[in-house]
């Protein structure tokens, strides 16, 4: 009977790089996938190119990603999928077949699945926002990107092309993983059923760890052994049976908990969660400890047909924020906190031109679930102020360190000061992503194939 | 039967996640034949009592009773979603441990996650 080992290798583009190489090395895998992005990625990679045209326009971590494996997946039969190609995944195969010629990695075929960016159509397409429902068109000067989430169609041709590597733009999360699964047991795309099982077990292993222990421990409720050395998961996938494990030896739990969390991470309707090939129903997934760090996944039939549209961000200029901290311990610590905060709030309001939004919070006592903290301590040994203002312009943003770097020498007594090293260093441009529906027909996907002979 | 007010972290898990300016919070039971339990009492309007001042949209219940699990999604909680928030923690990962601080009702005899662990350890703490 055919079964297919696939391993996640990064969850995001800032994760570890540590799991990659090891599970290639002791996994027994067929395939691993690498996801380089999150949201935000492409819009900020937008933002930094316009400053900066010399920034590559795929994952700047690619090389890093990639470098260290290639040779030993190559060997081992290993192919690998990620959507690291983010505003030109062609660039990102010519940037993977140099790092090729360089390690000597000879017959290697790389795939490159593209047509995910709609920045050029976005603002004609006669669209609205889903969360505003006002016209895109309205925003036309302000938009700096728009991705759609392109399905697992593209990297599943480059599949049955024999690409060794495949490196897409914007795809939905888990398809990378569903397209191994398509491929190696043939199922078609409109194959409900077969499409959505892939689907939800590429969302459990998306996130990397976070179904081994990752974003899991709560000491004494739910404790994770060693999680310094935290592996990463791989699925076997027969053509009946599914199981979620990590490599031996090293830290973290698969358990049916951690898979039940990661199940319904970042869904909303359980029943109806929607990817770009499929709806599929997670009220119709079970899972089953079969021996320690091995879950068994039963999936029943949980497809419905896909929507009639592709979802797409669009990041949108919107001005810029800024952030400071003043720090305050000892006795009477937060009278002088709040003191702070009055005598900030009336400086501010001497100024002209106001920010549009202000955020003032004290850390350790209600920064983190804001006004919903359910009780104020009353006398805390240590507080930090924190404030967050926001504005059209950067001028304005400024003036809040105008108003925090004096506070060194004419606020109130015993204040700490978080460091800063230069004037608006902490001033950033905002990109705001929005979400809209768009017609399948209009974005077209592309494969290229790059080969790297030598020999 | 007598009743005690135990919080949710004795009976459920959560884990919560960012939807642009939405959040999910799930709410898992440990045990599947506690799941009741948590349909029954951790309502909208509970969690409402939780959320309710930083939400500004609505607030969905979801049930997965396959799973043992609710799933409530917190419309307009993220004060403009990960990339323009001024809220300190952007994506709303931290607001899991914020649902898992609801009291609810359990019997007298209920045995809560945390003493059953620390039974499973040997019993010191």
């Known amino acids: ?455 | 039967m007598a009743l005690k007010t135990v919080l949710l972290r004795e009976i459920a898990h959560s884990r919560s996640g960012e939807k642009g300016r939405d959040s999910n919070v799930s709410v898992i039971a440990y045990e599947m034949d506690d799941y009741p339990l948590l349909r029954e009492q951790v309502t909208v309007d509970a969690v409402k009592s939780m959320f309710g001042a930083i939400t500004k949209g609505s607030i969905t219940r979801y049930e997965a009773p396959n799973v043992g699990a609710l799933n409530f999604v917190l419309c307009d909680v993220l004060e403009g979603g990960r990339t323009r928030t001024l809220a300190f923690d952007e994506s709303g990962k931290a607001l899991s441990s914020l649902m898992l601080g609801l009291p609810v009702s359990v019997g007298d005899d209920f045995v809560g996650r945390g003493e059953r662990i620390s039974k499973a350890m040997g019993g010191a703490k």
């Open chain 1, 1 to 455: 009977m055919k079964r297919i080992r696939i391993a996640a290798g990064s969850a995001w583009s800032r994760d570890r790089f540590e799991p990659g190489a090891d599970l290639i090395a002791r996994g027994d895998i067929d395939y691993l996938c690498f996801d380089a992005m999150s949201e935000v990625t492409q819009s900020i990679a937008q933002v930094a190119r316009l400053n900066d045209p010399r920034i590559p326009p795929y994952d700047p971590l690619l090389r890093k990603r990639i470098a260290p494996i290639l040779k030993a997946a190559k060997e081992r039969g290993v192919r690998i999928i990620t959507n690291g190609g983010w505003m030109d995944p062609a660039a990102a195969a010519e940037e993977i077949i140099r790092i090729a010629e360089e390690l000597g990695v000879t017959d290697l075929k790389v795939a490159s699945v593209s047509g995910s960016d709609i920045t050029d159509r976005v603002r004609d397409l006669g669209l609205n926002f889903v969360e505003s429902d006002k016209p895109v068109a309205d925003l036309r000067d302000k938009i700096i990107s728009a991705e759609v989430y392109l399905g697992a169609e593209g990297i599943i041709q480059a599949l049955a092309q024999g690409a060794d590597i495949i490196v897409t733009s914007r795809v939905g999360d888990a398809c990378p993983y569903m397209a191994a699964m398509a491929h190696e047991f043939g199922w078609s795309i409109d194959d409900h059923h077969n499409i959505a099982k892939g689907m939800i077990i590429g969302h459990l292993l998306e996130c990397g760890a976070q179904v081994t222990g990752g974003c899991f421990a709560d000491p004494g409720y739910k404790d994770v052994p060693d999680i310094a050395n935290l592996s990463n998961p791989i699925v076997e996938v027969t053509e009946d049976r599914v199981v979620i494990s990590k490599l031996p030896g090293t830290g973290g739990v698969v358990s049916e908990a951690t898979c039940k969390e990661q199940l319904l991470y970042e869904v909303q309707d359980p029943a109806r969660y929607y990817c770009p090939d499929v709806i599929a129903d997670m009220t119709k997934v079970r899972f089953r400890q079969i021996a320690e760090n091995e879950v068994e996944v039963l999936i029943d039939d949980a497809g419905l047909p896909k929507s009639p549209t592709y979802k797409a961000l669009v990041g949108i200029m919107e001005g810029y924020m800024a952030e400071e901290m003043v720090l305050f311990a000892g006795p009477g610590a937060m009278n002088r906190a709040e003191l702070t905060k009055r005598l900030l709030e009336e400086r501010f309001a001497r100024h002209s031109s106001q920010p549009t939004e202000v955020r003032m919070d004290f850390i350790g006592i209600n920064s983190v679930h804001r006004e919903s903290t359910p009780h104020v301590v009353d006398d805390p040994y240590e507080v930090v102020l924190r404030v967050a203002i926001k504005a059209d312009t950067k001028e304005v943003v400024d003036t809040l360190g105008t108003e925090v770097d004096p506070l060194a020498v004419n606020g109130v007594a015993g204040i700490g000061k978080w460091g800063t090293f230069s004037p608006g260093a902490r001033t950033r441009a905002i990109v705001g992503l929005n979400s809209v529906l768009v017609p399948r027909e209009v974005v077209p996907f592309e494969v290229r194939y790059l080969e790297c002979a030598g020999g």
